[in-house]
């Protein structure tokens, strides 16, 4: 095993490149790397960064302004400190942030993109995946076929373009979008509102206005995008039962 330590105070590097490796950093304004297959980098200070590369490895970051790059394939890359942001375009891979006004980007197949902190941005490019939001005034973006993008914080916005997908808007004042072919985009909130290109369907919820109460359901309905009485690129929302075009 092959390993570099350089330390000037609250600088510190670790630096690993062999296969089956580990590289640890825990001091401020630290990196920690690691580009070898089966692989794990991990840091934990402020202002830190780990990258690794390789194939079936695990890149974490804990702290405060922390970055997480993984590029490998079926690899995990994880930063919770605030203004954070993972990148993860590996097959088979999960993206996850819990950082206020984080970003978290996963390209691979079959992945996970997950953010929960305020002002965060969740995007996901390959098949079958998921991105999910559950922080206010979050975005989760999906371009996969066959993909889920659901947010759950206060204003938030559920993006999918893939076709044969979903988006799911759950809480107030959050939208659904969907633009793949035969995809389905649905709202569960309170003045929640959905749009889909034509040949999509949206699902629309209305639901009692309570405060300090659960906010039961009055009524529900199933739409399609005919691109003549449901138009195509304009949000709507169920009110009085009826469908009705949102207005911000």
């Not at 079936?56 to 993984?70: G, P």
């Not at 590029?71 to 950082?99: D, F, M, P, Q």
Request: hydrophobic residues 30%; aromatic residues 8%; contains cysteine.
């Amino acid at each position: 095993m092959e390993t570099e330590n350089i330390n000037y105070e609250k600088f510190l590097v670790v630096e690993n490149k062999k296969h089956y490796s580990i590289a640890y950093n825990s001091s401020n304004y630290s990196t920690a790397l690691n580009n070898a297959s089966e692989s794990i980098s991990v840091n934990t200070g402020g202002n830190a960064w780990a990258c690794s590369c390789g194939e079936f490895s695990i890149s974490a970051t804990l702290a405060y302004k922390s970055c997480s790059l993984n590029n490998g394939r079926a690899s995990l890359a994880i930063s919770s400190g605030a203004y954070s942001k993972v990148i993860t375009s590996g097959y088979e891979t999960i993206g996850s942030i819990t950082g206020s006004r984080s970003e978290c980007h996963v390209k691979g197949d079959r992945s996970i993109s997950a953010s929960t902190a305020i002002e965060s941005s969740c995007k996901n490019n390959g098949y079958w995946a998921i991105s999910c939001a559950t922080a206010d005034y979050s975005e989760a973006s999906n371009y996969g076929i066959w993909s889920l993008s659901a947010v759950t914080g206060y204003g938030s916005v559920a993006l999918n373009s893939g076709d044969c997908s979903t988006s799911v808007a759950s809480t107030h004042n959050s939208k659904a979008v969907v633009e793949g072919k035969e995809s389905v985009a649905i709202t569960t909130g309170v003045n929640c509102a959905a749009k889909g290109n034509v040949g999509c369907w949206l699902v629309l919820t209305e639901r009692e206005k309570r405060r300090k109460e659960l906010s039961p359901i009055k009524n529900i309905k199933v739409v399609k995008v005919d691109g003549e009485i449901i138009k195509p690129n304009t949000f709507y929302i169920l009110k009085d039962n009826k469908v009705v075009e949102f207005k911000e």
